[in-house]
């Protein structure tokens, strides 16, 4: 049998650079399912994104969809790319075995926790406090840093990091700490500063972009701090959930969300094509 991607539709161009298309998954011919492939300005020229993947229910569980995997690696090739990503929801067991068999590797995943009407309380102690203007600088400046080192040692090209860190920048904070949506605080204990958070509001859920535990007091609890203030906050706004982002590798930071009752919804991976 001959597994081939048959192109639907012309490659669709965006206005901010992506582009994406989509194809028939076919077996001998015969339609069995569908496929879009896709890349992000933020890539520049070294990655693409599977960002669908659907085989007809008759055909399912023959392989089809990891043959389709394998036909759209030969399709990336051939639009230069290097690097192939995918997101795999966290209730997809099937596909993340797929993925994984087929080499893939998780650099991410996102973690949602429920909230009740109750915000917890901090520490006696710790306080927080919002970010002046003079924290503000300083703190953007090494967190950007810190950003693209995240991707560049799970294998981001270092000048593809940087330009994702940078844009990142540029869309989440276009008036800097004065953009709407967006909390900037600072952890205090006993009148020290421990550690700062950044949090703001996605798809209506908080979202924890940025904890930091200062390094001159790790290892005291305040990383957990961090994180019932981030709640505390999102409860008294009115939200019902908080979701963030943890990298593959950060052990102590994926026990403590699981500890706090954070569940991952979904995985992100890669997979380099040299």
Not at 2 to 17: N, S
Not at 141 to 155: E, I, N
Request: aromatic share 6%; hydrophobic share 35%; glycine share 10%.
């Amino acid at each position: 049998m001959t597994t081939t991607l048959r192109p639907t539709e012309p490659l669709q161009q965006e206005a901010d650079g992506a582009r994406s298309r989509r194809y028939q998954v076919c077996v001998n011919s015969r339609p069995v399912g569908s496929i879009r492939l896709g890349t992000h300005p933020s890539y520049g020229d070294s990655a693409a994104l599977i960002l669908d993947l659907s085989i007809d229910e008759p055909d399912r569980r023959r392989g089809r969809g990891t043959v389709a995997a394998l036909a759209a690696e030969e399709v990336v090739r051939s639009w230069g790319r290097d690097r192939i990503e995918v997101s795999v929801p966290a209730e997809a067991e099937a596909a993340l075995r797929v993925a994984t068999a087929l080499g893939y590797v998780v650099r991410n995943r996102h973690m949602e926790k429920p909230l009740g009407d109750t915000p917890p309380e901090l520490p006696a102690g710790s306080r927080g406090r919002p970010m002046t203007q003079e924290e503000y600088g300083p703190w953007k400046d090494l967190g950007t840093r810190d950003f693209a080192k995240s991707w560049t040692d799970r294998g981001v090209p270092e000048a593809e990091a940087l330009a994702r860190a940078l844009q990142s920048n540029a869309e989440l904070l276009p008036d800097g700490p004065a953009t709407a949506n967006m909390t900037f605080s600072v952890l205090e204990h006993e009148g020290e500063v421990v550690g700062t958070l950044w949090t703001g509001l996605s798809d209506g859920r908080a979202f924890v972009y940025k904890v930091e535990s200062d390094a001159r007091h790790r290892g005291r609890g305040h990383g957990r701090s961090l994180m019932l203030l981030a709640e505390a906050q999102a409860v008294a706004a009115g939200l019902p959930a908080i979701k963030l982002n943890v990298f593959a590798g950060n052990t102590p930071a994926e026990r403590l969300y699981e500890s706090l009752g954070y569940e991952t919804v979904v995985h992100h991976l890669y997979k380099s094509l040299l």
